[in-house]
């Protein structure tokens, strides 16, 4: 039996496995852990308003502030990763994050909640979410769409992780010490209180789960070639070049990005995320609302939320591995038509059992509409460096979901009490629905504008680079631009 735990040899018994493997599950597991609390908020926000007096509105904007800036962050993570490499760029991203849990557990004011939370702790969550997905597709000239698909459902599995876990830290320093823990000096100290247990459930997973994502960065390598090894399935005459790092990068980067921009893809992959994913964030928002203002009782009510986030959990797994074989461009039409079809379901859903159809149904479009872009970004520029461009599509999908959660929320305070028709039985969220129906079906039209993804956009655009940081040597062609 063989067991080579080598990166560049890996072997476990007899049988050979790729590094690639490895680098999967090491993200997964920091997709996991970094983005915990952003899934979480349903179980955070009503205990910082009874811990600390601040209004809904108040710790809504934080959260809101949250996408906003981790957003904005992104195309800079992208930009980091692409020319300084994605563990470097990591590495920040996990002091970050350290550093932006510890300090929201000391709050005692909301601009500090604002700063810690809102803005710190975002930023990590912007490289976590960038400069590693991009990363992880330069592992793969094959099969791109399974370790895609592992890791976008790694992400849906966040609040069945996250939510009892920091119910269980919440309630276990809310109460007196017991047993052999309360003969522990000063112990006493950092139990009894509600607000004891929130700060700790801040400062406990930001501390050990910062020790966790260092150790998982140093398995993770920024491409093959640091290790000696091709992107699994490319021939073995293809030669190793490592082109992520260095001068090489840099210059890659920059020749790239100069070509991208211009082109009306770039900007409509913007765009459609950024429709997407205001029309989900509304749902995603105010639908455990929305029942319960239908006469749903509280419990079958949360229940929706976890039915959707079910269902989205396997569609994130399955749409980015039918993108890679069946083209992404389709998969993403399909996954955000169901994303708006069910949407008029919530027009007359007044039953426990229809919004528990709307969960499922709504949940296998949510699910599949974002995880196909990093596949279709490969399609369409190849080995070309993504992360600044998948950046900047990471910058809509964050305005949109702050922007479509704001939009829901003044469209349900604006109609508070207006008259609908007899067989409307979504009450005072009608327009709300109307909105998410409306800016999801934008995305819907985008997506039909898109390129065909059988082609490369841009086939040619390392002609621009010197011969030595071209993914493969090959002579100059008169003409490429216009090829």
């Not at 020790?211 to 993770?220: E, G, K, Q, S, W």
Request: aromatic share 12%.
């Amino acid at each position: 039996m063989n067991f080579n735990l080598r990166p560049s040899q890996l072997a476990f018994g007899n049988r050979q496995v790729h590094y690639a493997w490895v680098i999967v599950a090491a993200a997964a597991l920091m997709r996991l852990g970094s983005s915990s609390f952003r899934t979480s908020s349903s179980i955070l926000i009503p205990r910082l308003v009874e811990t600390f007096g601040w209004s809904y509105g108040m710790v809504g904007l934080a959260f809101s502030l949250q996408w906003v800036v981790s957003g904005m962050f992104g195309t800079p993570a992208g930009w980091l990763g692409d020319r300084y490499g994605v563990r470097f760029t990591m590495v920040v991203g996990a002091f970050l994050f350290v550093i932006g849990m510890v300090l929201t557990a000391t709050v005692n004011s909301l601009w500090e909640f604002y700063l810690y939370f809102g803005i710190i702790l975002s930023a990590a969550m912007g490289i976590f979410q960038v400069p590693l997905t991009a990363g992880v597709t330069q592992w793969f000239h094959r099969r791109l769409g399974v370790g895609m698909g592992l890791l976008q459902a790694s992400q849906g599995l966040g609040p069945l992780v996250a939510v009892p876990l920091i119910l269980l830290i919440i309630a276990g320093f809310s109460g007196a010490p017991a047993g052999w823990v309360a003969w522990i000096p000063g112990v006493e100290t950092l139990f009894g209180d509600e607000e004891k247990g929130l700060r700790a459930a801040f400062w406990i997973p930001g501390i050990i789960g910062g020790l966790v994502l260092l150790a998982l960065i140093r398995l993770f390598y920024d491409e093959p070639a640091s290790i000696g090894l091709r992107p699994l399935g490319m021939s073995a005459e293809e030669p190793v070049r490592q082109l992520q790092s260095g001068e090489a990068a840099k210059a890659r980067s920059k020749v790239f990005l100069k070509q991208v921009v211009p082109t009306t893809a770039f900007w409509n992959l913007i765009g459609i995320h950024y429709w997407g994913c205001a029309g989900h964030a509304i749902v995603m928002v105010f639908i455990v609302a929305m029942a319960e203002e239908a006469g749903v009782s509280k419990g079958l009510a949360a229940g929706t939320f976890i039915a959707l986030t079910v269902t989205s959990t396997l569609t994130r797994f399955a749409v980015p591995i039918l993108a890679d074989h069946l083209g992404s461009k389709g998969v993403m039409g399909v996954c955000f038509f169901l994303q708006v079809a069910p949407v008029g379901l919530l027009f007359f859903a007044d039953t426990a059992w229809m919004f528990y159809v709307f969960a499922i149904l709504f949940g296998i479009g949510f699910g599949g509409e974002m995880t196909a872009f990093p596949i279709i970004n490969r399609q369409y520029y190849g080995n070309a460096p993504i992360g600044t461009p998948y950046g900047f599509q990471m910058m809509g999908a964050g305005f949109g979901m702050a922007s479509g959660a704001a939009i829901g929320g003044l469209l349900r305070d604006l109609t508070e009490g207006f008259s609908y028709p007899a067989i409307i039985a979504s009450g005072d969220f009608t327009a709300t629905i109307a909105a998410s129906l409306a800016l999801s079906g934008l995305g819907v039209v985008s997506i039909v504008l898109l390129p065909n993804t059988g082609h490369h956009q841009l086939p040619h655009w390392e002609d621009a680079l010197p011969e030595e940081y071209r993914s493969s040597p090959q002579p100059n062609r008169a003409g490429a631009a216009g090829d």
